[in-house]
T-cell receptor, first 113, second 114 residues
Framework: KAGVTQTPRYLIKTRGQQVTLSCSPI?????VSWYQQTPGQGLQFLFE???????NKGNFPGRFSGRQFSNSRSEMNVSTLELGDSALYLC????????????FGAGSRLTVL | GESVGLHLPTLSVQEGDNSIINCAYS??????FIWYKQESGKGPQFIID?????DKRQGQRVTVLLNKTVKHLSLQIAATQPGDSAVYFC?????????????FGTGTQLKVEL
């Protein structure tokens, strides 16, 4: 079966712009989590959605937001981009929410100029 | 490929040797631990997991050891192969009202020398 699909794979934005990233989970998976990966901070949890509801949220400013649709696909949005938002954004899915192996996508590489 | 980290601890091993990657976790309440492998240009890939009621679990060529007393986790890879070269992350999950929030370690770069 298809894995976790993230689009776009690469994108370049300028400071002040906003960006929307998309994630399609594995078919049947209802939980989608988002992580930010940077050389300096490593992998950091952004948020998790399950059945269209945000279950957990990490310590990121309100410029970072997300949502999940009824088909379990998820989007995350970053508004008013800053240089420090340059990162690899990873999406992961699982069938349930809690105590399960997460399957990660290949990520969306965002560069902010 | 993607840069997954700068200044990562690096472990260099000869092909065929055993590798041991260590990880210290922070939350004594964490009850689920996972090891992930990340190759350049890819997302983290599941290797093996262990729950807090166990102290050892074995997979194919990999073994995870959990020492809750000192909050330490290790991944042992037997007969290391060139394809094992990657960055390895441990991750912990505590019960935070349910949910899949993982806290990742900083990662270790494993380099397999021929």
């Amino acid at each position: 079966k298809a894995g976790v699909t993230q689009t776009p794979r690469y994108l370049i934005k300028t400071r002040g712009q906003q960006v929307t990233l998309s994630c399609s989970p594995i078919s049947g998976h209802r939980s989608v989590s988002w992580y930010q990966q940077t050389p300096g901070q490593g992998l950091q949890f952004l948020f998790e959605y399950f059945s269209e509801t945000q279950r957990n949220k990490g310590n990121f400013p309100g410029r970072f937001s997300g949502r999940q649709f009824s088909n379990s696909r998820s989007e995350m949005n970053v508004s008013t981009l800053e240089l420090g938002d340059s990162a690899l954004y990873l999406c992961a899915s699982s069938f349930l929410a809690g105590g399960e192996v997460l399957t990660f996508g290949a990520g969306s590489r965002l560069t902010v100029l | 490929g993607e840069s997954v980290g700068l200044h990562l601890p690096t472990l260099s091993v000869q092909e065929g040797d055993n590798s041991i990657i260590n990880c210290a976790y922070s939350n004594s309440a964490s009850d689920y631990f996972i090891w992930y492998k990340q190759e350049s240009g890819k997302g983290p890939q599941f290797i093996i997991d262990i729950r807090s009621n166990m102290d050892k679990r074995q997979g194919q060529r990999v073994t995870v050891l959990l020492n809750k007393t000192v909050k330490h986790l290790s991944l042992q890879i037997a007969a290391t192969q060139p394809g094992d070269s990657a960055v390895y992350f441990c991750a912990e999950q505590g019960f935070t009202g349910g949910g899949n929030k993982l806290t990742f370690g900083t990662g270790t770069q494993l380099k397999v020398e021929l």
